[in-house]
C-alpha cells in the first residue's frame, strides 16, 4: 500500500534545510529570500526635511506677526534645495526658500506651501486665511521619523519585493545575504517523445512535461537547468540522470511506474540514490518516487501531464521553498470552496481533481464564497485539463462522491500567488 500524501509530503521535508546564504547586489533581491536579519545604518530621513515646495520659517515669528500686526510678512533669505542645503541658519523674521525633500535650515521649524504666500521682491507675504494657524514641524519630515539607526528592516525569512529594494537600498545596503537558489534538474524520459516544434508521428507525443516543470521552477523562485530528454534505454538514462544528480534538485518526467519500459526506478538505484518512497495513495500521480543522494534529491514523477504537475505542487514545490529559505509550512496553501457540481473520490486514494475557479463574490441565498466547478475531463494525460484549471480540489482517501454545494478544500494551481503569511 502506498503511503499517504501528508506522510510523503513529509518525508520529502526531512530532506530540505535552506541553502546557505550568498550576497546579491541590492538591485536583484526581488523574489529572494532574507538569509540574515538587516538593520538601518542610519536614521530615515537623516535630517528634518521639507515635504512641500515653500518657504522654511520658524512658527514663533508667524506667531508674534499674527499677534501684533495685520499683514504676515517676512523677508526671503538663502535657499535650500534638495541636495544642496542651506548653511546658514534662519534669522528672526526671516524665511528660506525651500523645496521638497530638502533639508530645514538651522532654527527653522516649519513649511509654509508656496499656494499660501504671494512674493513681492523679497518680501514674503503669507496669506494668513488660508495658513490657519501654523504649528511647529507642519509639513515637516522630522529626522528619524521613518527609521532611526539600528532599527530592523528585514528579518530572516522576508521574502522581498521590489518595495523592498526601495527600503534596503535607502537605509544603507548595496548588497543583502539571500539563500542561494538551488537548481533544478529537469529531464524527460520515454521513447515516445518528440521536442517542441516538431509534428509527432502517430504513437509519439511532443514533450512538453520539461517545460512545464521548468515554468514550474521559475515560479517557485529555483533555477531550472533542462537536460532535455532522453529515451528508454538504460545506459543513456543513467548517464542523464547522473548529470542531473549534480544538481540540488532532480525532476524527471515518466519512466517511473511498473511497465517493462519504466527504468528510472531502477537506473536511480543503481546511481546509489536511496529510495525514500515509492508510490503515494493520490490520483493522479500514484507512482511518484523520491530518492536521495548525498548532495541531491531527486523526484520521479509519472509521464501524464496532470500527474506530473499534480506531483510537482504537492511534494517538489514545498521543497524548494524549503531550501529557498521560506519560513514556516512550505506547502502551498488551501482555500476553502464549494463545489458547483458534483465530484468523485478516488476510493483509497487522495484525489486531486482539477477545477475551475468561477466565482469569488458572495453567491445568491447569503452563503459566500469561492465556487469550483470540477473540470469535466479528469483523464491524467489531457493537457486541457490542465491549462483550463485554477485548482485543484482536495478530495481525501474514502470520499465517496461529493454533491453539489460540498465545501472541499483546494490547492491553489498558482503556488507563487498563494503565499503562506509572513512568519
Ligand atoms: P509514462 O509515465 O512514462 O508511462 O508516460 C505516460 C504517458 O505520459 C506517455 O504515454 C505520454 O503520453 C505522456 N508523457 C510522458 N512523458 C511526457 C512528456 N515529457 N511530455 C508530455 N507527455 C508525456
Ligand atoms: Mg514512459
Known amino acids: 500500500m502506498p503511503i499517504s500524501v501528508e506522510e510523503a509530503q513529509r518525508l520529502v521535508l526531512e530532506h530540505a534545510a535552506a541553502l546557505p546564504a550568498e550576497d546579491v547586489p541590492v538591485a536583484e533581491i526581488d523574489g529572494r529570500i532574507a538569509a540574515a536579519p538587516l538593520q538601518a545604518r542610519w536614521d530615515l530621513p537623516q535630517r528634518d526635511v521639507s515635504i512641500m515646495d515653500g518657504y522654511a520659517v520658524r512658527s514663533l515669528d508667524v506667531a508674534t506677526l499674527r499677534a501684533c500686526s495685520s499683514a504676515l510678512v517676512l523677508t526671503v ?60 514641524g507642519t509639513f515637516v519630515r522630522p529626522a528619524g521619523s521613518e527609521l532611526r539607526e539600528g532599527d530592523v528592516v528585514a528579518r530572516v525569512g522576508r521574502r522581498f519585493g521590489p518595495g523592498d529594494i526601495a527600503l534596503l537600498a535607502g537605509s544603507g545596503h548595496a548588497t543583502v545575504p539571500v539563500h542561494r537558489r538551488p537548481t533544478v534538474a529537469i529531464l524527460s524520459t520515454g521513447d515516445e517523445l518528440v521536442p517542441v516544434g516538431q509534428r509527432p508521428d502517430p504513437g509519439q507525443v511532443v514533450s512538453s512535461n520539461g517545460l512545464v516543470l521548468a515554468a514550474m521552477v521559475r515560479r517557485a523562485g529555483a533555477i531550472p537547468i533542462d537536460l532535455g530528454q532522453v529515451d528508454d534505454e538504460p545506459e543513456r538514462l543513467r548517464a542523464a540522470l547522473a548529470r542531473g544528480l ?109 477545477a475551475r475557479l468561477i466565482d469569488t463574490q458572495p453567491l445568491d441565498g447569503g452563503t459566500e464564497g469561492p465556487l469550483a466547478q470540477p473540470l469535466s475531463v479528469q483523464q491524467s494525460g489531457d493537457p486541457c485539463s490542465i491549462a483550463g484549471a485554477d485548482l485543484l480540489l482536495a478530495l481525501p482517501p474514502g470520499a465517496g462522491t461529493l454533491p453539489a454545494g460540498s465545501q472541499v478544500d483546494a490547492l491553489v494551481l498558482d503556488p507563487s500567488s498563494a503565499e503562506q503569511p509572513e512568519p
Open 77 to 136: 533669505r538663502g535657499e535650500s534645495a534638495a541636495g544642496h542645503p542651506s548653511d546658514a541658519p534662519l534669522g528672526e523674521g526671516h524665511a528660506a526658500r525651500i523645496s521638497t525633500g530638502a533639508v530645514l535650515p538651522a532654527g527653522s521649524d516649519a513649511v509654509i506651501a508656496q499656494e499660501d504666500t504671494r512674493r513681492e521682491g523679497d518680501r514674503l507675504v503669507i496669506d494668513g486665511d488660508s495658513l490657519g494657524t501654523l504649528e511647529p
Open 246 to 354: 549534480e544538481h540540488d534538485v532532480l525532476v524527471t518526467s515518466g519512466g517511473i511506474s511498473v511497465g517493462d519500459h519504466d527504468l528510472v526506478h531502477a537506473a536511480l538505484m543503481a546511481l546509489g540514490a536511496r529510495v525514500v518512497f515509492r508510490g503515494v495513495a493520490l490520483r493522479p500521480g500514484k507512482p511518484t518516487t523520491f530518492a536521495v543522494t548525498d548532495g541531491a534529491r531527486a523526484f520521479g514523477l509519472p509521464g501524464n501531464p496532470a500527474s506530473s504537475l499534480v506531483a510537482f505542487v504537492l511534494f517538489v514545490h514545498p521543497l524548494l521553498r524549503r531550501l529557498l529559505g521560506v519560513r514556516g509550512d512550505p506547502r502551498s496553501a488551501t482555500m476553502r470552496v464549494r463545489l458547483h457540481a458534483p465530484a468523485r473520490g478516488a476510493g483509497n486514494r487522495a484525489h486531486y481533481v482539477r
